[in-house]
């Protein structure tokens, strides 16, 4: 501080002009360790610095600091979010484009930027990159490629040189065994949709210029609502090369440019751009569109009997399991409750086995797994076995059948048996048999109103047909219950198993 003072002395005196300060857009102060302030960890010499510095400066010429959110990778670069000055977010190894195409997509005003290295974006990110070029998500990414992975001590990149050595390629690489290198501007320009492709190189005074003048286009082109931009900043790594930052920088401009052509792979003007974009929201308008619906579906005043109620719903895939679960939690919901469905299935979509839990609660949800839950659905004998020992002492097994099974006996829950996919026959369809469980359930345990089962149905199935049907067998399921089952379609005569 003292030395920015006899600077701004001196300034103030005339005495000199600055010509080369330190953007705004950095922090004046760098909180990342209490005796090291004035500086960024960065290696001397390191491209990072560099690339940094044009960023910074780009932003603020382009007055963006207020607008800007910078995506912050894993690598040697962890740490940019204790120098830019700007919204800041430090995500996982690799994600920074997945990342960034959420922040864009809720936050479309924003200029939403993903800074990563080639270990990050082209090794483990690579899914993530592509994907997001090829979605033509509206960010802007700096892809800093300095042919290695420098945080964790040099180990090959996929932009490693063939021939350069590295602690995983100690021969130097080799195709035949590790491949050739990565030429991620290249690939990304095969893609239909990016807007803005260019690699520069930190290599000279001239070439930092031109990396200045592309990063500075990528993020007006953002600025102006064009599409993916991406900028391949080949950048010296004078520690892991082994190199002093004089030779580094030769390094870039005799062996990694040769190997990585500087170019512009794809500049597309922006009026050519919005074709048939879907339209974004923020996540402002989405959460008031999903509150105004949901008050608008609340079913005022309901009491209900208890404070936490856990329902596990099993059968086999295509008998409606996932569903049933799903409609008991939008009832919950519009009944006011807390409440999470957690499903669970296996690969097969017809046959395989299939479950979910439901939990309706007054009160925030710790975990949606029940381990015991006080229902149990099961709608085959499988799952009648498999689950039935689970159920909470003084819980409700509905079993889809007429009876148990011979050799199955469940003393410690009350078991209701209940032909569902016979009464679903008779009314015209086998698939309504989870809407004759549904019934059965809400009239046995009056958990939440037929009413709000009866609106979210409305809701739910646009076919007429079809709801007349599900409102059918919702009110087989519930006369079956006080008409049949009271005179003794229950498996034990006590309403619990002998
Ligand atoms: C999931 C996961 N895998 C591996 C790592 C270890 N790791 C940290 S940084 C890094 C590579 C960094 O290289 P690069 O992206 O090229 O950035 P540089 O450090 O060279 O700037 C790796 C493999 C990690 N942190 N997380
Ligand atoms: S190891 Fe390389 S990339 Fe990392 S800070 Fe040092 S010079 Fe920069």
Not at 81 to 105: C, E, I, M, S, W
Not at 299 to 323: C, E, M, N, S, T
Request: hydrophobic share 40%; glycine share 8%.
């Amino acid at each position: 501080m003292a030395e920015n003072n006899v600077v701004e002395e001196a300034k103030a005196a005339g005495k000199y002009e600055v010509v080369h300060a330190k953007s705004d857009v950095f922090y004046p102060e760098y909180e990342r360790k209490s005796d090291l302030k004035h500086q960024t960890h960065y290696c001397p010499g390191c491209g990072h610095g560099v690339a940094h510095k044009l960023i910074a400066e780009a932003i603020e010429e382009l007055g963006l600091q207020d607008d800007t959110i910078l995506v912050s990778p894993v690598g040697c670069s962890v740490f940019a979010y204790y120098y830019f000055d700007v919204g800041n977010v430090q995500v996982a190894h690799g994600r920074a484009p997945a990342a960034a195409t959420g922040l864009k997509r809720g936050c479309p005003d924003k200029i939403v930027v993903a800074y990563q290295g080639d270990g990050d974006l082209a090794a483990i990110g690579t899914a993530e990159i592509v994907h997001a070029a090829n979605r033509g998500e509206k960010i802007s990414v700096f892809f800093v490629n300095n042919a290695i992975y420098g945080m964790t001590g040099g180990q090959m990149a996929p932009t490693t040189l063939v021939g350069q050595r590295s602690t995983t390629s100690p021969w130097g690489r080799r195709p035949v065994n590790e491949g050739f290198p990565l030429h991620m501007a290249e690939m990304l320009a095969s893609l239909e949709a990016p807007v803005y492709i260019e690699r520069v190189a930190l290599s000279d005074n001239k070439n930092i210029m031109k990396a200045r003048r592309a990063v500075r286009k990528a993020l007006e082109l953002q600025r102006d609502g064009a599409g993916f931009t991406f900028v391949e900043i080949l950048s010296p790594c004078p520690t892991i090369w082994g190199k002093d930052p004089v030779a580094a920088r030769k390094w870039v401009a005799e062996k990694m440019i040769p190997n990585f052509p500087l170019n512009v792979f794809r500049d597309r003007k922006v009026e050519m751009l919005e074709t048939s974009a879907p339209p974004h929201k923020t996540i402002q308008e989405v959460v008031e569109g999903e509150r105004k619906a949901a008050r608008e579906g609340m079913v005022p005043g309901r009491q209900h009997h208890f404070r936490d109620l856990g329902i596990k719903v099993a059968g086999f895939g295509g008998q409606g399991v996932l569903l049933l679960g799903q409609l008991l939690a939008e009832m919950g919901m519009r009944e006011g409750l807390e409440v999470s469905w957690l499903p669970s299935y296996g690969p097969e979509m017809r046959s395989g086995s299939a479950h979910c839990h439901v939990c309706l609660s007054k009160e925030r949800i710790g975990s949606p797994v029940l381990s015991r839950p006080d229902v149990l659905i099961a709608m085959n004998e499988m799952s009648l076995r498999k689950f039935a020992a689970q159920v909470a002492p003084g819980g409700t097994i509905i079993y889809a059948f007429d009876r148990l099974p011979d050799d199955i006996t469940i003393p410690h829950a009350q078991v209701i048996c209940i032909p569902a996919s016979e009464i679903a026959d008779k009314l015209g369809s086998a698939k309504v048999a989870n809407m004759v469980i549904m019934g059965a359930l809400l009239e046995e345990t009056e958990c939440l109103s037929a009413a709000t089962a009866d609106k979210v149905l409305e809701a739910k199935v646009k076919n007429p047909a079809l709801l007349e049907l599900d409102r059918k067998a919702l009110d087989a399921g519930r006369v079956y219950i006080d008409h049949t089952v009271a005179i003794g379609a229950l498996t034990q005569a006590d309403g619990f198993a002998q």
